[in-house]
């Protein structure tokens, strides 16, 4: 499985960006992709996952920082997974990566088994 981010860029505080996350190779037991981010001297956080059926949506989680602003999404057709992110500001700055699980039970960054080089994405005050 082989996942590749795209989409980052330098945006000022309040805009808006979407990065964007293709899955290929051998999808069929990929449920869930998540989207985590690393600032400069910080750890690796995460920032949303997203939980599929056959078809369909199942479940989307955001972590409290991002909630309300950044939104998890799906092209099926494409094998692509979306991160809209609105009303950026600069602590949002940091490299993101998305990462695909073969569960959709997410404890933790272990439940990722494939992980995308990240893109970078910095908002300016």
């Known amino acids: 499985v082989q996942l590749v981010e795209a989409g980052g860029g330098l945006v000022q505080a309040g805009d808006s960006l979407r990065i964007s996350c293709v899955v290929s190779g051998r999808t069929a037991n990929i449920y869930a992709v998540g989207w985590f981010r690393r600032a400069p ?3 690796r956080e995460f920032v949303a996952s997203i939980t599929w059926d056959i078809w369909s949506v199942s479940r989307r989680t955001y972590s409290d920082s991002v909630k309300g602003r950044f939104t ?3 092209d099926f057709a494409k094998n692509t997974v979306y991160l809209q992110m609105n009303s950026l500001k600069p602590e949002d700055t940091a490299v993101y990566y998305c990462a695909a ?3 959709r039970e997410l404890a933790d960054q272990l439940s990722y088994a494939y992980w995308g080089q990240g893109t970078q ?3 300016s005050s």
Do not use: L
């Open 41 to 43: 001297g910080k750890e």
């Open 72 to 74: 998890a999404s799906r």
């Open 101 to 103: 699980a073969q569960s």
């Open 121 to 123: 994405v910095t908002v």
